[in-house]
């Protein structure tokens, strides 16, 4: 069974550049996550969704980032404009039953903003 | 507010060495839960065992134990015999039954296994 997939792995972008970072989920997973991690901050959990309807985004930095779950299998998170400080491992994670339950992470996408 | 303290920033070990991970915590809620998981270099996060704070019974699954107490608000993970393979970041995290479930992590401990 395929685990969380995210798109892109990579991503180089320049100041001022909308990004958008993509996530699917494992099938039947109800719960899905956006982390963000940073040598400075470390993991910290930016919103998450119950059957696609946010449910706590008082993770989410600024105004510039907005994250979207139009159905069960896909969510994107966007950040425009984008600012080198946003440079970043982004992680997507899905869980099912309960936000109780273990969370499996996708691998990742490494977002460099120049 | 919610905390998790991984004080050990980086651990080395040689192969078949046992290592103990440190995790202590601090939170008002009255139920919470406790977890670990483990970052090789491939980047993944993979989880390696949840807890809840009405069960202190310690587990032991093949080499890795983890010792619950809840007196002194710790949560510590230990690695026997340790191998190459466990080399990895190792984060601990804590989510509260009044937070939802905003799960917040440990800053993480780096393991080195030597050969």
């Known amino acids: 069974d395929a685990g969380v997939i995210q798109s892109p792995r990579h991503e180089v972008t320049e100041m001022g550049q909308e990004v958008t970072l993509r996530c699917k989920p494992i099938?039947?997973?109800?719960?899905l996550f956006w982390y963000r991690q940073t040598m400075m901050r470390g993991l910290e959990l930016l919103i998450y969704?119950?059957?696609?309807?946010?449910?706590?985004d008082s993770g989410m930095p600024e105004d510039r980032f907005s994250a979207k779950m139009p159905n069960a299998s896909f969510s994107t998170l966007k950040i425009q404009p984008s600012e080198p400080r946003d440079s970043a491992v982004y992680f997507c994670?899905?869980?099912?039953?309960?936000?109780?339950?273990?969370?499996?992470f996708g691998p990742g996408t490494r977002l460099t903003v120049l | 507010a919610q905390k998790v303290t991984q004080a050990q920033t980086e651990i080395s070990v040689v192969e078949k060495e046992d290592v103990t991970l440190d995790c202590v915590y601090e939170?008002?809620?009255?139920?919470?839960?406790l977890f670990w998981y483990k970052q090789p270099p491939s980047g993944e996060l993979v989880f390696l065992i949840r807890?809840?704070?009405?069960?202190?019974q310690n587990e032991i699954s093949g080499r890795y134990s983890w010792n619950f107490q809840k007196s002194t608000s710790s949560f510590n993970f230990t690695i026997t015999a340790s191998q190459v393979v466990d080399s990895a970041v190792y984060f601990c995290?804590?989510?509260?039954?009044?937070?939802?479930?905003?799960?917040?992590f440990g800053a993480g401990t780096r393991l080195f296994v030597k050969a």
């Open positions: 099938s039947g997973h109800d719960y």
């Open positions: 994670a899905s869980s099912i039953g309960t936000g109780l339950n273990e969370q499996f």
């Open positions: 807890r809840n704070s009405f069960d202190e």
């Open positions: 995290a804590l989510m509260g039954n009044t937070g939802g479930f905003k799960t917040i």
């Open positions: 969704f119950n059957n696609n309807v946010p449910i706590d």
């Open positions: 939170t008002r809620d009255t139920t919470y839960y």
